[in-house]
Structures are given as C-alpha cells and as structure tokens.
C-alpha cells in the first residue's frame, strides 16, 4: 500500500507571493491533517478534513486555508507569504483520527526569502 | 487555551538504560493521547490512549495515561542507539471535532 505523498518536497519562495501544497492519502483514508513544524513552535495543527468537510481549524490567520477533493486528496493555501511561514508543512492521513493512527507525509519544506 | 507539557526537554542516557518520559496536559475536550517518534523525518505513531490507567505496551515501550492527574509516561527499556528521537506527545482535544495539541517533545539520545 503506497504512504502518504506530499508534493512538492521543497519550495522557495518570496515574501508576498502564494503557495500551494499538495497532499496525497493513503488509499480508502478520508481524513487529512494538517500540520506546520517550526523549531520554534514545534508541530502545530492547521486543519483536519474529513469527506472534504474541514471539522477543526488551529489558531492560524486566514491566509492559511485548505480544502479537500472526493477522492479524499487535499491542498493547503497560504497567501500573502511572511517570512515566518518559513517551515516544515506535513499532513498526515487516516481512517478516522479519532480511532485510527495517523501516517504522516514526509513534508514539504518551504522557504520564504 | 489548550496545553501539552513535556519533560524533560532532553535526556542522554546509556545503551540499556530505562527511561521515563513525561507528558501532562490542559485541554477542554480531552478525547484521546498520542504519542509519536520523530527521528529526521515524518513523525510515527507509537500509542494511542484514551482510559485510565491501561498500560499499552509494544516491546520495549509502553505507556500509560491517568486521566485525573491530566498526565501521560512512556517508558522504554534496555534502551538502544536506534531509540534516539524525539518523542513527541500530543492530545486530541477537538471534542466531536479532531484537534491535535502537541507538546514540545523529548530529545532522547542514547548512547552506546
């Protein structure tokens, strides 16, 4: 059974400008999480989608947004970029968080110049 | 706001040793605890709690969760260098809505 994927791994950009990022369940899994890791901060929740119904948010700005397709893949949206954007974004994938494990991706790495 | 606590912050200890790591928590609506192994990648599940005082137990680690004193320990014997991490607590906190606090982690190094 193939693992979470994220795409791209890496992405550079510069402050002001949007990105999106990519993220691919395992297969039959519906929900889809959401995380930043800074090594400031740590791993922070951004959102979780369920049957493309988001059922929680973190405390991030609205630039931060996301959703999630039928076919259970999800993207996430940031806008306006900052330089404290700058950070680690995994998701990770599961039947029901509730009750099932989660498997993270491994990552996509964003870098704000 | 919502509060997960580790500690130590970080721990070097010796191939065999017994380690104990702590995890205590503040949330509204307590659902469930986790905890995850991150070496350098993508963290991985290690347990899932949600009853007091069950110890779960996968080889040389286990766990257990006391939901009065609002506390969590995971403990791994006869440690080994491939135990080296960072262990990661994180407590479902969302109600009927999945929200996932994490705790800042343990760096635990071990040493052969």
């Known amino acids: 059974k193939a693992g979470v994927t994220q795409t791209p791994r890496y992405l550079i950009k510069t402050r002001g400008q949007q990105v999106t990022l990519s993220c691919s369940p395992i297969?039959?899994?519906?929900?889809v999480s959401w995380y930043q890791q800074t090594p400031g901060q740590g791993l922070q929740f951004l959102f979780e989608?369920?049957?493309?119904?988001?059922?929680n948010k973190g405390n991030f700005p609205g630039r931060f947004s996301g959703r999630q397709f039928s076919n259970s893949r999800s993207e996430m949206n940031v806008s306006t970029l900052e330089l404290g954007d700058s950070a680690l974004y995994l998701c990770?994938?599961?039947?029901?968080?509730?009750?099932?494990?989660?498997?993270f991706g491994p990552g996509t790495r964003l870098t704000v110049l | 706001e919502d509060k997960v606590v580790q500690s130590p912050l970080s721990l070097v200890v010796h191939e065999g040793d017994t380690v104990t790591l702590n995890c205590s928590y503040e949330?509204?609506?307590?659902?469930?605890l986790l905890w995850y192994k991150q070496e350098k990648k993508a963290p991985t599940f290690l347990f899932m709690l949600?009853?007091?005082?069950i110890e779960k137990k996968s080889g040389r680690l286990s766990s257990i969760l006391d939901k009065k004193e609002l506390f969590s320990i995971l403990n791994i014997t006869a440690t080994q260098t491939g135990d080296s991490a960072v262990y990661l607590c994180?407590?479902?906190?969302?109600?009927?809505?999945?929200?996932?606090?994490f705790g800042k982690g343990t760096l635990l190094t071990v040493n052969p």
């Open positions: 989608y369920f049957s493309e119904t988001q059922r």
């Open positions: 949600t009853s007091s005082g």
């Open positions: 949330v509204t609506n307590f659902r469930s």
């Open positions: 994180a407590v479902n906190s969302g109600g009927s809505n999945y929200k996932l606090t």
């Open positions: 297969s039959g899994h519906r929900s």
């Open positions: 990770a994938s599961s039947l029901d968080p509730d009750f099932y494990e989660q498997f």
